[in-house]
């Protein structure tokens, strides 16, 4: 069993899976359940959802699976719950949840992710599935040390980014 690195405590890690798809979300339960018990489940209070589940909780490890299969045709389709006008409520969900450290497990090809910019270019807005996008390029080049990379991602999201309106809770 390993400890986070910054527990000096030598508590149990609490470990968050989070999936944009239920049925996904009811797959790995089955499948993590298969190899770890109910007792280490609980120790590390591991919990798997959605984003939905994840609002106003943390944990100090989180995985985040973004992987989609091919459509029956073969073809991968963009039809994500981030693409959905409310998805950068999820997208903010899905990255802001771990205290210690974030693991992307994704199957969306490269070659789709890279064309981030092209897609920021095309609406001359925080699209969403163009700024997930580029979220996994940034990821990308960041696990490889790519800091020139991670730059470019950061200057062009700012480039066209805008200032989403606060609602106002009073």
Do not use: C, W
């Not at 030598?10 to 009811?26: D, L, N, T, W």
């Not at 807005?125 to 020139?148: M, P, Q, S, T």
């Amino acid at each position: 069993e390993r400890k986070a690195t910054n527990n000096p405590e030598h508590k149990p890690v609490s470990i968050g899976i989070i999936s944009p798809f239920r049925a996904q979300v009811e797959q790995l339960k089955i499948s993590v359940s298969k190899v770890l018990s109910e007792h280490m489940m609980e120790k590390h209070q591991i919990e798997i959802g959605t984003a939905h589940t994840f609002q106003g909780d943390e944990r100090d490890i989180i995985i985040i699976s973004t992987t989609y299969g091919p459509a029956h045709d073969g073809k991968f389709k963009e039809q994500f719950v981030i693409n959905r006008d409310e998805g950068y409520r999820l997208l903010n969900v899905l990255i802001t949840r771990a205290k210690q450290q974030l693991f992307l497990v994704t199957s969306i090809p490269e070659m789709k992710f890279a064309d981030y910019k092209s897609r920021l270019e095309e609406k001359q807005e925080n699209n969403r599935i163009a700024v997930f996008y580029a979220y996994l390029a940034y990821v990308k080049a960041h696990a490889l040390g790519d800091l020139a990379t991670v730059d470019t991602v950061l200057k062009t999201i700012k480039e066209y980014s805008y200032e989403t309106p606060r609602r106002d809770t009073n």
